[in-house]
């Protein structure tokens, strides 16, 4: 037996064990790149070099924090922790937390699919009241059973692969002690260095946004990163930290949040309906599609194409969030999602107002409508917040249709049946009244009831004849209100929460990922147009409609209204894995807080392959711009400045 091999035996086999699990974590990224291969374009094996170089000093800190009980278990001087019991709890730790997490990356394969962005600890209440999760994930398991085969095959590799440290008899103490303590100093230099990603007093703590360095582009993060490390470096941090880019005055001069009503206005007291359609992203639409397929493209959703027709619409419009939650805030109060989603931070309690809060200081009958549990995503509470004093969900449908039949499954009530539940109610309402829907059916697993199935087109991806399905159920509530009383004294809204499930070229960019319709109708009104020259988006919706109306009142909203704003100065906003958009003009901005990244030119330049920074001579007012838009967003966040009081 080597006489010195207690001095090493321990410390030897942590190093080969934690060797092992960054095995790991390369394996789950090829896995994750090929899953979701169709969503990164040009990657060149020099790019994707670079992106694992990157990749592995993410892993490194996230292999850190996952282990440090287990590290300090094997480092600690003590020379028990030599005898079996104390290794086979110490393997069974090993095993246990490494599992875990490498189910949390397997996992987010699939997720990144539909945010497009790495998971952080934002998770954990996004899904807090969703009692059908468990009934989503069997789904997923089934779906993406090889996943679960390599989750398996993770975890027999940790048990049988794991080394053990060999039996030794400790017999020189003093020695024994000081080595081990040494080797415990080390360990923890190393660990410092390894979570921090450097160990130079200038390297700040890395976080999500450093994968940027490593990639083109802001979705290639997902890549770079990997899921423990995104939850790990967002757990417990402030969301809404206030950038210094202005004074106050200066700031003030190159945007404001707050919207003065004009002196002459006059208000017309018209009802108004939004819809917030689940996944109907721009790419679903044949109206907004004209040029596809030399012009014989026809889309999904035939139905809001023909209320296009005769309504208003945009050529460029855009959403301001990736998930359902980020739509609520951007469409009903002009609120976009920056950082993380703002029902998931501490400026959800915040003072909010919306179209129904503002329309209800006009002695409006205000009321939501989703057709999930009542609590689902949060939605009830933030309706209350945001002044719709009236909810309407899954409890008060079943009220008023007992047996549970019209349940999906999933989610809730179909929507056809929701749909038309949504305009019994409506006619039952005191006029004028302000009413949101929430649609959500068009959500995977990608259903549609029994007696539909074949119906609708399909396409190449399973949500299109969900999309139909729901455009069905819209056509079929138009063909019920249109006899109404109230109808022709009503102004429509339609859009998207965000998009879903792209499949052209064009709508995997950056820019195609958000791009969402916005429409508003109003039956027999000069409320008509397919504008070209304008750039909409969510958070346009609440300004747009209290100027149509002709309101009255002060009011926050970090949106424009589109009637009543030039062209040349109606932009959009949004925020992916790390980087700040801004879309004004000709062009697209990325910034990533600090500095100008990439400049497109997106409307010829599609697929974002052509970066113009530099080279065009408005970046500069852009970016001031966006600067004080994040600068306002930041500081009316942090002082609950979101209503004018």
């Not at 800190?61 to 028990?80: D, E, G, K, Q, V």
């Not at 999760?133 to 095959?153: D, P, Q, R």
């Not at 012009?295 to 959703?301: I, L, P, V």
């Not at 138009?478 to 052209?504: C, G, I, M, Q």
């Amino acid at each position: 037996m080597n006489k010195y091999r207690s001095l090493y035996n321990t410390t030897l086999s942590l190093i080969i064990n934690l060797l092992l699990v960054m095995g790991c974590f390369i394996l789950c990224r090829v896995i994750f790149l090929i899953e979701n291969l169709k969503a990164f374009s040009d990657l060149s094996a020099g790019r994707i070099w670079r992106m694992f170089e990157g990749g592995f000093l993410f892993d490194t800190s996230a292999i850190l924090y996952t282990n440090l009980l287990y590290i300090f278990l094997m480092l600690i001087p003590l020379h028990y922790k030599e005898n079996v019991i104390y290794q086979k709890i110490t393997k069974g730790i090993f095993v246990t937390t490494n599992l875990i997490v490498i189910i949390m990356n397997l996992m987010d394969t699939v997720y990144f699919q539909y945010t497009h962005r790495r998971t952080t600890a934002s998770v954990f209440s996004e899904f807090k009241n969703e009692g059908n999760l468990g009934g989503i994930i069997g789904t997923e398991l089934l779906n993406h059973w090889y996943l679960t085969l390599f989750a398996i095959a993770f975890g027999y590799a940790l048990f049988k692969l794991y080394r053990k440290p060999k039996p030794v008899k400790v017999e020189r103490m003093p020695v024994y002690y000081t080595v081990h303590l040494l080797t415990l100093g080390l360990g923890v230099y190393l660990c410092i260095g390894g979570m921090r990603g450097g160990f130079t007093g200038m390297v700040r703590p890395i976080t999500i946004s450093n994968a940027n360095k490593y990639v083109d582009r802001p979705m290639e993060t997902g890549i770079v990163l990997n899921t423990p490390f995104s939850i790990f470096r967002t757990f417990g941090k402030t969301s809404f930290a206030i950038p210094q880019y202005f004074d106050k005055e200066k700031m003030e001069a190159l945007y404001t949040p707050v919207h003065m009503p004009a002196d002459s206005v006059q208000f017309r007291p018209l009802n108004v309906v939004v819809f917030i359609l689940e996944s109907f992203s721009k790419e679903n639409s044949g109206f907004l599609n004209e040029e596809l397929d030399n012009g014989t493209y026809k889309g999904y959703m035939p139905f809001l194409d023909s209320l296009m027709a005769e309504g208003l619409t945009f050529k460029y419009s855009f959403s301001n969030g990736m998930k359902s939650i980020d739509g609520m805030p951007s469409v009903l109060s002009g609120i976009p999602m920056f950082i993380e989603p703002f029902f998931l931070t501490p400026s959800s309690l915040n003072t909010v107002s919306s179209i129904g809060g503002e329309l209800g200081k006009k002695g409006y009958y205000t009321a939501f409508f989703h057709g999930a549990d009542n609590g689902s995503m949060g939605f009830e509470a933030f309706a209350r917040t945001a002044g719709y004093t009236n909810y309407f969900g899954r409890t008060e449908y079943n009220e008023a249709n007992p047996g549970n039949k019209d349940f999906d499954g999933h989610w809730g009530i179909w929507d056809e049946k929701f749909f038309q539940f949504f305009g019994n109610t409506l006619s039952g309402f005191q006029q004028p009244f302000a009413a949101a829907l929430f649609s959500l059916s068009s959500h995977h697993p990608f259903a549609v009831p029994a007696e539909y199935e074949g119906v609708f087109p399909k396409g190449n991806k399973a949500i299109r004849q969900c999309i139909g399905y729901t455009d069905h159920a819209l056509k079929l509530f138009f063909e019920k209100v249109s006899k109404e009383p109230w109808y022709k004294n009503t102004l429509f809204v339609f859009t998207a929460d965000h998009t879903n499930s792209p499949e052209r070229p064009e709508y995997e960019t950056e820019s195609g990922l958000f791009s969402v319709p916005v429409v508003f109708y109003q039956p027999e009104s000069n409320l008509k147009g397919f504008r070209k020259d304008v750039i909409a988006q969510q958070i346009d919706i609440m300004p747009t409609v209290l100027g149509y109306l002709g309101y009255d009142k002060p009011f926050v909203s970090f949106g424009c209204d589109l009637l009543n704003t030039p062209a040349e100065d109606t932009y959009a906003v949004n925020y992916i894995n790390g980087i700040y958009q801004f879309f004004k003009g000709d062009y697209l901005l990325q910034f990533d807080g600090r500095n100008a990244v990439a400049m497109y030119a997106f409307k010829t330049d599609k697929l974002l392959e052509h970066n113009l920074l530099g080279q065009i001579d408005v970046q500069q007012s852009m970016e001031d711009e966006l600067k004080a838009i994040i600068q306002q967003y930041m500081i009316r966040m942090n002082n609950d400045e979101l209503v004018v009081k």
